[in-house]
């Protein structure tokens, strides 16, 4: 018997690209999961558009910046509307930062397509552009006091919308802190209490043969709690809800250790109005979830039948 044929790994969904690209970045969302939004919207047709009758009457679709905003996921709603059955123009692209007034994009096509995408659409651009205006704010209020300074958010985002989350805060000039449980190792006072009174040198014994390729992260409460762990080996301390002068002091008896010193974070309540004293402070990273809870962005839409069927 010959032996079976090897089968070939199936790769992950690949972000969807419309058939004719009309703007210059991919999708973050595959097609089926794009397709999903669409069809949890609108799950059975549209009643009221197919009880009128208007479905087959050609129209445009305007969506325009209210206010000034940073851009976030407009290559996914362009591409839910283009799924629909509509032609789109993009004129920005995530990240981009816009004034009121600025058009984000056109489509043409049927009544039916344009009312069966429109809300989709305009609400993934500005529940994420809310995130990616609230994360620049936070970068913008903390390099002007510290250029190096990085911006990370947390995981704490909406269950379930992690993959827009993140593209929301990359647009926003911001970085990740952790995606999820799988790729860092951060020591939380929650791990400690399941482990007695195992002192710090000891844990990073454990974790160092565990993960020896990962850098260990340890958050604590108190000064001297960091001081112990930076002097056994963690690469990173977190300081949780500490005031920006126990944070400078943090960082004055850090620096005292020389090159090897480990990273400074500070998290907990940070946020566009407080983060400038933070970074005064010295401190290399703040993490916060602040952009998670902002406000989302106004964009108005603009629908109606097309010139020529005026």
Same mark, same amino acid.
């Given at each position: 018997m010959s032996s079976p044929a090897k089968l070939r790994p199936v790769p992950p969904p690949a972000a969807f690209v419309p058939s004719?690209?009309?703007?210059?970045?991919?999708?973050?969302?595959?097609?089926?999961?794009?397709e999903a939004l669409l069809a949890d919207d609108v799950p059975y047709g549209d009643l009221t558009t197919d009880a009128l009758g208007i479905g087959a009457v050609s129209g445009a679709m305007q969506f325009i910046a209210r206010d000034a905003m940073v851009l976030a996921l #407009?290559?996914? @709603?362009?591409?839910?509307?283009?799924?629909?059955?509509?032609? +789109?123009?993009? &004129?920005?692209?995530?990240?981009?930062?816009?004034?009121?007034?600025?058009?984000i994009l056109t489509a043409h096509g049927p009544a039916s397509a344009l009312l069966r995408s429109w809300k989709v659409a305009q609400t993934l651009i500005e529940i994420w552009s809310g995130v990616a205006t609230e994360a620049h704010a936070i970068v913008a209020a903390a390099t002007a006091v510290a250029p190096n300074i990085a911006v990370a958010c947390t995981r704490k985002n909406v269950p379930g919308t992690k993959r827009f989350a993140v593209?929301?805060?990359? #647009?926003?000039? @911001?970085?990740?802190?952790?995606?999820?449980?799988?790729?860092? +190792?951060?020591? &939380?006072?929650?791990?400690?209490?399941?482990?007695?009174?195992e002192p710090f040198v000891g844990l990073v014994e454990r974790l160092r043969r565990a993960a020896p390729?990962?850098?260990?992260?340890?958050?604590?409460?108190?000064?001297?709690?960091?001081i112990v762990a930076a002097s056994v080996g963690f690469d990173v301390i977190q300081a949780e809800k500490f005031t920006p002068a126990q944070v400078a002091l943090l960082v004055a008896r850090m620096a005292a250790i020389g090159r090897s010193r480990p990273v400074v974070a500070v998290a907990g309540g940070i946020?566009?109005?407080?983060?400038?004293?933070?970074?005064?402070?010295?401190?290399d990273v703040v993490v916060t979830s602040s952009p998670y809870l902002a406000r989302p962005c106004d964009v108005q839409v603009r629908i109606g039948p097309s010139s020529a069927d005026q």
């Open positions: 004719t690209p009309l703007w210059p970045k991919p999708t973050v969302a595959s097609r089926a999961e794009l #407009a290559e996914d @709603a362009a591409a839910i509307i283009e799924l629909a059955g509509c032609r +789109v123009e993009l &004129f920005a692209s995530s990240g981009s930062a816009l004034e009121a007034g600025s058009p593209a929301a805060v990359r #647009a926003g000039g @911001a970085v990740m802190h952790r995606l999820g449980l799988s790729e860092t +190792v951060l020591v &939380f006072p929650e791990h400690q209490a399941f482990l007695g009174r390729e990962k850098r260990l992260v340890i958050e604590v409460n108190t000064l001297e709690a960091a946020h566009a109005g407080n983060v400038a004293a933070y970074a005064q402070a010295g401190a």
